[in-house]
């Protein structure tokens, strides 16, 4: 069986799920069971402890691997704070780490990120950095003790697909870590595309959230993660960048030569 | 240079001859294109854009879609205190209409923000007019420091102050600012806005980039609807939002468009804005400013807001008053001005819920 170990959880499937744009809490569970989701990643902003009804906690499965996230944090410093409010509050030691002071483009801060991680890895947090591609901070994550790195595809709710493909694909060559592509994904064949390229898992909102039918777009996320996972494995033939010539060019060269 | 040298740059543009020009298939143009320019803000305001409302409507709904959800944030506001000390001709606060006023004490502030968290919201927009003498700095700050207790962000729409009042009330747990300049244009400005420390224009004006200085984590702008051209005006306001969104990129920026409603006194706005205007502008500046939040205010009516949510608003006011201590023990008279949606919170929620979105009352904590 394939299985994802990260962050002291065993995962078996590879789409993680985004919370914050749905059109009810409600649909969540639907959504969950659906698509047979396993982490689900929630913008502890939003979370309202002392609201029994509006708590999105509430409708997310005891059995599902929470992620909250500080969504919010424009510095190190408040995303530390949100994690520590996180896990003070029971969400467990899981945490996706959002730094982003462009609320134009929605674009982590790299920097702030890492100095984010390196205080979470420390105190025990299974960190999960949202980052640009970028592979020197990749690495410096890495280094300071990032669970994952979570390299964007293209920015936050574009839909626009792998349009960082070249850089993802080179973390996910050098970089010893699962590399989950989070965000940009905008259809089930991009996130297939992902996961076929060695990605280790692809976690999607929008995409889903703002679908017209969330739960079937979520089952059909999960399904292509499922096949582009099992293309990766099956390990494809190299892609040819001309057709094989029947008459090869190199025919001429003989054993003996 | 401030917005203030930017806008004079600008402001003596014959609007009204660029607006006409405007053809319907530059619109058209202006409408397929992924970034929208300042000179395609404008095009989308001319009359011609208006002849393709529904175009404009679904590409505003997609990109609303794509950047905020299927989600619409709740807010309610709290007058604190409506002494004034400006005489705005169109304001129920205004100096010189005679009516009890009243600033709530501290203790009655939190009674009545212990009410309004009874309700679930969790932000709140704390309001006064502008007497600093009745509602100090110092007051906002020890209000705020009670009402963290109850909600996980409090907003502040008072009157304009220097950047160290607004750091003092950052420091205290204020996090967002609303501040709307009311009339872009210098000199119908100056007319309505009689006597008082409101005639400094470009005080006013400022207020939002001291407010992001100060690290305000949302600041939103309007211009009050009514006073003057709504084309030339609204045009301002989205350079105004934009200006501070591109030096601030990490404050939230957001717009309200508060169409004028009736008021004591005897005002009666010098031009009406009519629903399909309000919508284009909502439109115009969605296509203009994608990550922008939208917000809605009870001064419209329940079926045009609700209308409203897919055209790409964000936030909605829900089970406001807008008389200070109108929760505690008011008697409906003497507010600012008068309410329109007067749905208490739990049936906004619904009607959201009801029109595909999701009413989030809490999208913010204290850290």
């Known amino acids: 069986m394939d299985i994802l170990k ?35 990643t929630v913008a502890l902003r939003r979370v309202d402890f002392e609201n029994e009804q509006e708590n999105m906690l509430n409708y997310i499965d005891k059995e599902c691997v929470l992620m909250p996230n500080t969504s ?13 409010i996180a896990r003070a509050a029971g969400c467990g030691n899981w945490v996706k780490i959002e730094v982003i002071k462009d609320n134009k483009y929605l674009l982590p801060d790299n920097y702030e990120t890492l100095k984010t991680t390196e205080i979470l890895a420390r105190e025990g947090f299974a960190v999960f950095p949202y980052m640009s591609p970028d592979l020197m901070v990749a690495r410096q994550m890495r280094d300071a003790g990032a ?58 909102n929008t995409a889903i959230a703002v679908a017209d039918d969330p739960v079937a777009m979520a089952a059909a996320f999960s399904m292509a993660v499922k096949a582009g996972r099992q293309g990766y494995l099956a390990g494809p033939g190299a892609a040819k960048l001309y057709a094989e010539a029947s008459s090869p060019l190199t025919g001429f060269l003989r054993d003996s030569d | 240079m401030g917005f203030y040298e930017i806008y004079n740059e600008i402001k003596d543009t014959d609007f009204d001859r660029l607006l006409k020009e405007v053809t319907v298939q530059q619109a058209d143009r202006v409408i397929g294109d992924n970034t929208v320019s300042e000179t395609g803000f404008l095009n989308l305001l001319s009359p011609a854009a ?22 619409i944030g709740l807010y309610t506001p709290m007058y604190l205190s409506d002494f004034c000390t400006n005489e705005c001709v169109y304001c129920g606060f205004n100096t010189k209409n005679p009516m009890r006023r009243r600033t709530l004490s501290v203790a009655e502030v939190e009674r ?35 009402l963290r207790k109850y909600f996980s962000s409090v907003s ?22 609303t501040v709307y300049q009311e ?77 004028i409603r009736p008021a004591a006194g005897q005002f009666r706005p010098a031009v009406e804005v009519t629903d399909r205007e309000l919508v284009q502008m909502i439109l115009a500046i969605r296509l203009f400013l994608p990550r922008a939040g939208i917000t809605l205010s009870t001064r419209e009516n329940p079926d045009f807001r609700d209308n409203l949510i897919r055209l790409g608003v964000t936030k909605m006011s829900a089970g406001s008053c807008t008389e200070v201590g109108g929760r505690l023990d008011g008697d409906g008279h003497d507010g600012q001005f008068e309410i329109s949606d007067t749905r208490s919170v739990a049936e906004m929620k619904a009607a959201i819920l009801q029109n595909g979105y999701q009413p989030v009352s809490k999208d913010w904590l204290v850290i």
């Open chain 1, 72 to 84: 919010g944090a424009r510095t190190a410093d408040e995303a530390v704070r949100i994690a520590r």
């Open chain 2, 50 to 71: 208006g002849e393709r409302l529904e175009t404009m409507a679904r590409k505003a709904h997609h990109l609303t879609l794509k950047n905020f959800g299927r989600v």
């Open chain 2, 156 to 177: 502040i729409e008072v009157y304009p102050m220097e950047t160290a009042g607004y750091q003092a009330l950052v420091a205290a747990g204020v996090d967002g600012m």
């Open chain 1, 6 to 40: 990260i962050g002291g959880q065993e995962i078996h499937n590879r789409l993680f799920l985004g919370t914050g744009k749905f059109a009810s809490d409600a649909l969540i569970p639907d959504v969950i069971k659906a698509s047979g989701v396993q982490v689900v």
């Open chain 1, 147 to 204: 669970a994952a790195v979570m390299p964007l595809g293209s920015p936050i709710g574009s839909n626009r697909g792998l349009q960082t493909r070249e850089l993802v694909r080179i973390l996910i060559d050098e970089i010893d870590l699962p590399i989950i592509v989070d965000a940009g994904i905008g259809r089930p064949s991009e996130a297939a595309e992902a996961m076929e390229m060695g990605a280790a898992a692809v976690l999607v």
């Open chain 2, 112 to 146: 009545e923000g212990r009410m309004i968290a009874g309700t679930g919201l969790r932000h709140l927009l704390i309001l006064t007019g502008e007497a600093p003498h009745q509602a100090s700095v110092e007051y906002l700050a020890e209000c705020t420091g009670r």
């Open chain 2, 183 to 259: 009339v872009y244009d210098p000199e119908i400005y100056d007319r309505l806005h009689i006597k008082g420390p409101k005639k400094n224009y470009r005080f006013r004006l400022n207020a939002p980039e001291r407010a992001c200085q100060a690290g305000m984590r949302t600041v939103n702008l309007g211009a009050l609807l009514g006073l003057a051209d709504w084309r030339s005006e609204v045009f301002a306001l989205g350079l105004h939002a934009k200006y501070l969104q591109d030096k601030y990129p990490d404050t939230e920026i957001s717009v309200s468009f508060p169409r």
